[in-house]
């Protein structure tokens, strides 16, 4: 009988360990739905912005920014890396410590310095314990991603870069591709370069050169390329929000779906053991009667 109490006490455990996995899984489901219309709305603005940027750099050619110069030779990079705060979320984290490490293993040998900016309690704890000397800021970032986070953290990273303090900065963060797939990538972030016109924008050239900028493409570029950079910030940010939520979603899916299965093994370990169990008292009832008569 203890084995029965035994089993049917586990059976209790898994079932309490079912409802929190499931209640988990609608948690994640609603943030999701939030989250990833929040980075839907965000990207046609941030594609946007680079477009802008491209049909101004293209009205005046040597218009200068601080934030748009090419070092010559970079001997220092800041890499941003960006986790959540939480776990239980399967390999989301863990996925961009690895992408991090592999691609300063491709560029550390040529580089004097490295910085480590880290957003999220999950990249912090994974470079403390492998990188800890070259951790130059961390920070939370928090249940809910906020525009100003996002400024904040690039007015940084842009101090740093136009003073000559690094060279690079490259964001890791985890793109938010579908519910199921979240892709770790790497985007230099500074110095920030809009992408090349196309084929088809260059047989519009004539076009685009015709706008008449005011005041200056100068004074337009230095209120444009700081905000577009924060954009981009603003942006990695809600990819990885939207990302972690997916994956705690599919993680906690995945652990419902076991607990069940475990349940159901149990549950039959259980019925045999009781089985067993009246087996045995019959068979000792039986026993006695005959030894009796």
Known sequence: MANLRDIKRRIGSVENTKKITSAMKMVAAAKLRRAQEAIEAARPYAQRMRATLEEVAAAQADAEHPLLEVREEVRSIELIAITSDRGLAGAFNNQ??????????????????????????KSIDYFRRRRASQIVRSRAIGANVTYSEASQLAQ?????????????????????????????????????????????????DEEALSYEIEPSPEKLLGTLVPKAVEVEVFRAMLESQAGEHAARMTAMEAATKNT?????????????ARQAAITSELVEIVTGAQALE
Do not use: C, H, W
């Open 156 to 204: 940084e990273v842009s101090e740093r870069y136009a003073s000559g303090e690094v060279d690079e900065v490259v964001l890791v963060y985890n793109e938010f591709v579908s519910t199921m797939t979240q892709r770790p990538t790497v985007v230099a972030l500074l110095p920030f370069t809009p992408p090349e016109a196309s084929g088809d924008a260059a047989e519009g």
């Open 96 to 121: 961009i410590g690895k992408r991090a490490e592999r691609f300063l293993a491709e560029r550390e040998a040529g580089l004097d310095k490295v910085s480590l900016n880290l957003v999220g309690r």
């Open 260 to 272: 069940e299965e475990l349940i159901d093994k149990l549950t039959l370990e259980y019925n045999r």
